[in-house]
Nanobody
């Protein structure tokens, strides 16, 4: 069971990036998948998630209107399209899977997610 993120990089304010999260050992559409980020010196925060099955999506206030989460079941991949990037979006971004349905109890929190990728760095700077 593994998640691998990719797609991070150095971009300028206003640019876009698409992060990818590829799963191996399990099918992404059977679990809620979340994107989190952690900036230096800050706590990890939830950015977005997509639910198992019908793929209902949710966004944090900072991501709403700029980020879009999506899933390609054929590629077993979840994406995070990030538009209008700001310097404050600079962080390491992680995808994670809620393999034990802990979100039903703990909500959208990192404690709900049992399997994590290694992270991909996003830096927004002019």
């Amino acid at each position: 069971v593994q998640l691998v993120e990719s797609g991070g990089g150095l971009v300028q304010p206003g640019d876009s990036l698409t992060l990818s999260c590829v799963a191996s050992g399990f099918f992404l559409d059977r679990y809620t998948i979340g994107w989190f980020r952690q900036a230096p010196g800050k706590e990890r925060e939830g950015v977005s998630y997509i639910t198992r099955g019908d793929g209902t999506t949710h966004y944090s206030d900072s991501a709403k209107g700029r980020f879009t989460i999506s899933r390609d079941n054929a590629k077993n991949t979840v994406y995070l399209l990030m538009n209008s990037l700001k310097p404050e979006d600079t962080a390491t971004y992680y995808c994670a899977a809620d393999l034990w349905s802990r979100m039903d109890i703990a909500g959208f929190s990192d404690v709900s997610f049992s399997t994590w990728g290694q992270g991909t760095q996003v830096t927004v700077s002019s």
